[in-house]
């Protein structure tokens, strides 16, 4: 199995294109004025028809609802970008509107000197955060050795509902580049999906499109190898590139997106 990652022919995979097909929608919402200071990046906006839309308004949020559908069967997800100041009332709103249970987070709030994610969460069990339509609680934390489980209560002010989220950061992601060991994403991807109960899984990076774009993948192929389901990368690929504009940035992101599959694949293996 090492050795078939390791052929020349792998090393040149090209990620998969629309092709000659235009791109499958418009940006205009994230394009219209009022919208644009709640773009991260300018180049990164989701398409009309599958933006997360809020409230009865339908107001705007950077963040898409990714539809996955492998062997007949359909994977659901929020893939967002990171929260900015100004965006943490509309993404903790967006979290409650979709009943989500599970955030991924596959970033830190700083990378290399450069702010990649507000701080969207309490910081202590001790003091609540304070939001415009809601309160959240740092309820209990664990911190392993690849990433850091919280668990949050999120108390909308009008009603006084409760709603529990479990907030998994991955936290093993270098600045540049792909983890070099696997091992630490499997069991994180592993974790999130025991961990889903209700609602889209809410996925982001920075952006929401790199990273974010490699966890939907390795999720969808995992939930597939479990039920001895077939899998096509490139096709799961080419539906969230449908879905969301950029999503995996580089060729290097879904190499690993293969060479995770094929750890686990190998594991599997040696225990036949």
Known sequence: MKSFLDRPGLSHLSLPTLGSKSLPDAFNSGNDLRNREKNRYRDILPYDSTRVPLGENKDYINASYIRI??????????A??????????????MVLENNSNVIVMITREIEGGIIKCHHYWPISMKKPMELKNCRIF?????ILQYFIIRILQVVKKSTGSSH???HLQFTNWPDHGTPASVDGFIKYVRYVRKSHLTGPIV???SAGVGRTGVFLCVDVVFCAIEKSF???????????????YGMIQ??????FCYKVVLEVLQKLLTLD
């Open 69 to 78: 559908v492998n062997s007949g069967e359909e994977y659901f997800y929020i």
């Open 230 to 244: 077939p899998f096509n990368i490139k096709n799961i690929v080419t539906q969230m590139r449908e879905q969301r």
């Open 250 to 255: 580089t060729k290097e992101q879904y190499f």
């Open 80 to 93: 967002s970008q990171g929260p900015l100041p100004s965006t943490t009332d509309d993404f903790w709103q």
């Open 164 to 166: 529990f989220v479990k």
């Open 203 to 205: 996925v982001h990076c």
């Open 138 to 142: 740092l309820e209990n934390y664990q």
